[in-house]
């Protein structure tokens, strides 16, 4: 814990939480990057405002197809980099798995009713929930990119290559377990290595599975 643990949040959102939370909570030192210029204002604002200005450093990243180049100074090192990436890999898919997941809680109120008819007001038409979906929330740009969080965790393996002697932890989260097979597929191996300047390799040598069942995630180091 302390200022000197540096982190980097890739994605850090209009609230930067984790941000937020590393600073206040263990006195971390930590820089969010967004490509959106209202989540980096939103997320300067509210560490400001929060007395943690001092320790959470909000940058915008210009370039949506690079992860750290932009946002990572020329000289600058840290202690972990972390990223909660897009996990869908477009609007219409994210829509569509909105969709599923209406229908599914529409046949759930049917069986505990124990399907005797009645007015639900919480219910549109086709079961379709007038609150919204109980899916994942955010932004376009939290929720979506082209590939989906394959292709984004895919290339932030590739580009950590470039900063290898800059950090000493690369993690990200990855909401479902065949999207983690994916991407170790993409790499030929289950333990990842890709070569650096300095002839050493880079390894995805680790999986910490969070949560359970269904709702699971799984963290890769």
Same mark, same amino acid.
């Given at each position: #814990?302390?200022?000197?643990?540096?982190?980097?949040?890739?994605?850090?959102?209009?609230?930067?939480?984790?941000?937020?939370?590393?600073?206040?909570?263990?006195?971390?030192?930590?820089?969010?990057?967004?490509?959106?210029?209202?989540?980096?204002? #939103?997320?300067?604002?509210?560490?400001?405002?929060?007395?943690?200005?001092?320790?959470?450093?909000?940058?915008?990243?210009?370039?949506?197809?690079?992860?750290?180049?932009?946002?990572?100074?020329?000289?600058?090192?840290?202690?972990?980099?972390?990223?909660?990436?897009?996990?869908?890999?477009?609007?219409?898919?994210?829509?569509?798995?909105?969709?599923?997941?209406?229908?599914?809680?529409?046949?759930?109120?049917?069986?505990?009713?124990?399907?005797?008819?009645?007015?639900?007001?919480?219910?549109?038409?086709?079961?379709?929930?007038?609150?919204?979906?109980?899916?994942?929330?955010? #932004?376009? #740009?939290?929720?979506?990119?082209?590939?989906?969080?394959?292709?984004?965790?895919?290339?932030?393996?590739?580009?950590?290559?470039?900063?290898?002697?800059?950090?000493?932890?690369?993690?990200?989260?990855?909401?479902?377990?065949?999207?983690?097979?994916?991407?170790?597929?993409?790499?030929?191996?289950?333990?990842?290595?890709?070569?650096?300047?300095?002839?050493?390799?880079?390894?995805?040598?680790?999986?910490?599975?969070?949560?359970?069942?269904?709702?699971?995630?799984?963290?890769?180091?």
């Amino acid at each position: #814990s302390g200022p000197d643990i540096r982190g980097l949040d890739i994605g850090t959102g209009a609230v930067c939480i984790y941000a937020l939370l590393g600073a206040a909570a263990y006195g971390w030192s930590v820089v969010g990057s967004d490509v959106r210029p209202e989540h980096v204002r #939103s997320s300067a604002r509210i560490a400001a405002a929060s007395g943690l200005a001092g320790r959470i450093d909000v940058r915008r990243q210009q370039d949506r197809d690079r992860v750290f180049g932009g946002v990572w100074g020329r000289d600058e090192a840290f202690d972990f980099v972390m990223c909660n990436p897009p996990f869908y890999p477009s609007a219409e898919a994210f829509a569509a798995e909105s969709r599923r997941k209406l229908r599914n809680l529409a046949r759930g109120r049917k069986r505990r009713s124990g399907g005797r008819p009645g007015h639900d007001s919480t219910a549109g038409e086709n079961g379709a929930d007038r609150r919204g979906s109980d899916n994942f929330g955010g #932004s376009g #740009s939290e929720l979506w990119c082209p590939g989906g969080e394959v292709a984004f965790v895919s290339r932030m393996v590739k580009e950590s290559a470039r900063y290898a002697d800059r950090c000493l932890w690369f993690t990200s989260l990855v909401s479902r377990q065949e999207n983690v097979n994916k991407i170790e597929k993409i790499f030929k191996v289950k333990k990842t290595k890709l070569a650096v300047r300095s002839g050493e390799t880079i390894q995805i040598w680790k999986k910490v599975r969070c949560g359970a069942g269904a709702k699971g995630s799984t963290i890769l180091m």
